[in-house]
């Protein structure tokens, strides 16, 4: 997670994996660039796709975090997802974050990262002020 640059896939990408698709993975860490996997919960994904993709970042899925107040199979799948990942020794970052209480419920369940626009709007990356919110 040192390396300067993630470059994220979405779930839905990685569904026709083959060796060629793992071992593009290899090639961009040996580059120096961290994996993320993107919309995590959402597609095809299987464990078996995590344990061999073993990216550094697992993103859940802003549909399970938006009504994670109000939802607990929300509650349940994302600390499901969390675990997981964390399984496989990737962090997780959690998308929509839009309040301090959504904030606190997924600081307790143990997600490291977050992403929203209670941080920030999307900014363009010529802006060169980019925000990123570490929720431990």
Request: net charge negative; with cysteine.
């Amino acid at each position: 997670t040192d390396r300067p640059i993630t470059l994220e896939f979405t779930e839905r990408q990685t569904t026709e994996m083959s060796q060629d698709f793992i071992q593009m993975f290899d090639e961009i860490r040996a580059e120096g660039c961290n994996v993320a996997l993107d919309d995590f919960g959402v597609g095809y994904s299987t464990y078996s796709y995590l344990r061999q993709l073993r990216p550094e970042f697992v993103k859940i899925d802003g549909s399970f975090v938006l009504q994670l107040k109000d939802n607990k199979e929300d509650v349940k799948i994302v600390e499901q997802i969390r675990e997981l990942a964390h399984v496989v020794g990737a962090h997780t970052i959690a998308e929509h974050i839009e309040d301090e209480e959504t904030i606190a419920m997924l600081v307790k369940m143990g997600v490291d990262y977050g992403q929203g626009y209670y941080f920030s709007k999307p900014v363009n990356v010529t802006d060169k002020h980019w925000l990123s919110a570490d929720l431990a």
